[in-house]
């Protein structure tokens, strides 16, 4: 280790901004409290709302919360300021702490700077959860070849990079998938990893951003910035356009732009679409760099199957092949599924929350490749609402909850038909705790089908 944890955490005043449920917030709490750390937890959502993380917290009777609410002097008088993703830009706390020149860092970042391990990060607009996944299990399924162990961190569900503090040693290698709020840690810290992948860049997250696409692009960039000679950065051609103009002064590493010729094409793959040819290839471009041989590659490849949320195939029920991508939740991620199914009938349940994108290629997409869609009641919805209930040539209906929808479309779904569930919006609002909840409830209700 470059710093020993123990000791960098023992005693220090932190303040972790952010519990929320997805699990990175609790993962970090534990580990920081298990450290001796001085703890002060702080979230906007009310305890009742956070009352899952907070039951599994209970034996750490030393931790302080602050719930419902901020307040100025929790940012005053502390060592270190942990805050999670999406946290809002100008955040007032976040400049009163920055007054008080108390550090501010991200959960992954942080990990980067203390562990002696080298890091691979994914990111871009769609597929890095792929990406990382695969890379992760290839490199794992090839560990005695590597003689080195394999981890997976970053923007994972449930999981928190952090207490990877614990296990790893000199000279392993942790694969991280990276969002662009994950890489406003690495900016900060003027740090980026060894390998690094874009696999995209799409406009998302613009709500977030205020409309400002080269501050989302921005942070993006923080995956390859502060890299060395030495490093590596993997891209696309569709990423490479966006990051050119960085390329001059910005970065010394060596660059290597991937397309799918690196895929061979005898191989039998598990994921759909074309769109998965890229991150596969990708992934290949990036474990040949470890020293591995394709034929090392091949069988996690061929065995490798859809991330969860991601063009998850669930089950066939009356023949009606159904679908879960439910992380789609920008135009051009369900654009990219529904290109995904050939010729085959598509009933598409779609809708949620606006993120301020442009949907009009969405709309012309569904057009020409559902025969019936069924819509989500959100105010995001409204965005395509209208223009689709107008065109005749498509069945279109409206439901209310996830529940009405499922039936609609079923009832509406023939057999050898695809139902696909790739809502193109955020899943903010009454119905949903966060995105996951959204998958999570459509599985269920797919599962429980008779």
């Known amino acids: 280790m470059r710093i020993s944890y123990k000791k960098y955490f023992e005693n220090k005043k932190i303040t972790l901004m952010g519990l929320g ?40 009777k030393s931790i302080k919360y602050v719930l419902g609410e901020h307040r100025l002097k929790d940012f005053e008088n502390r060592d270190m300021i942990l805050k999670s993703a999406g946290i809002p830009l100008k955040s007032e706390f976040l400049e009163k702490a920055k007054e008080n020149k108390i550090p501010i860092e991200m959960d992954e970042s942080l990990f980067a700077k203390l562990a002696d391990v080298e890091v691979v990060g994914v990111t871009g607009t769609r597929g890095k959860t792929t990406v ?48 662009s709020w994950q890489l406003q840690g690495f900016g900060e810290a003027k740090l980026s990893p060894q390998t690094s992948v874009f696999t995209n860049f799409y406009d998302d997250h613009l709500n977030y951003y205020k409309n400002n696409r080269q501050k989302y692009f921005d942070d993006k960039a923080n995956i390859f910035k502060y890299q060395k000679k030495e490093d590596l950065f993997f891209f696309t051609k569709q990423a490479e356009k966006n990051i050119k103009k960085y390329f001059k002064n910005k970065s010394l590493c060596q660059k290597f732009l991937v397309n799918t010729d690196v895929l061979p094409k005898n191989w039998k793959l598990k994921l759909l679409g074309e769109h998965n040819k890229e991150n596969i290839a990708l992934a290949i471009a990036v474990t040949l760099s470890f020293g591995l041989s394709l034929k090392n590659i091949r069988k996690s490849v061929e065995n490798f199957d859809s991330v969860e949320g991601r063009l998850q195939f669930l089950r066939k029920y009356k023949g009606i092949e159904i679908y879960n991508d439910n992380n789609a939740t920008s135009p051009e991620a369900t654009i990219s599924a529904l290109n995904s199914f050939g010729k085959k009938e598509i009933i598409l349940i779609a809708g949620g929350s606006s993120k301020g994108l442009d949907t009009k290629n969405l709309v012309r997409i569904i057009k020409q490749k559902c025969q019936r869609v069924v819509l989500f009641k959100e105010k995001g919805t409204d965005e395509i609402k209208d223009d689709l209930l107008s065109y005749k040539k498509i069945e279109c209906f409206e439901e209310d909850g996830l529940k009405d929808c499922l039936k609609r479309a079923l009832d509406n779904s023939k057999k050898g038909s695809v139902l696909l569930f790739s809502p193109a919006f955020a899943s903010f609002g009454k119905y949903f705790k966060n995105e996951f909840d959204r998958g999570d409830q459509f599985c269920k209700l797919v599962k429980n089908l008779r």
């Open 21 to 60: 449920l997805l699990g990175r917030g609790l993962g970090d709490s534990v580990f920081l409290s298990k450290n001796k750390a001085s703890l002060i937890i702080t979230d906007l959502k009310s305890e009742n709302d956070l009352k899952t993380s907070l039951n599994k917290l209970k034996k750490y």
């Open 132 to 179: 990382a996944t695969l890379i992760f299990q290839i490199l794992k399924d090839n560990e005695r070849e590597l003689g080195r162990k394999v981890y997976l961190g970053g923007n994972i569900k449930g999981v928190a990079t952090l207490p990877l503090l614990e296990k790893v040693k000199k000279a392993d290698i942790v694969v991280m998938e990276l969002s």
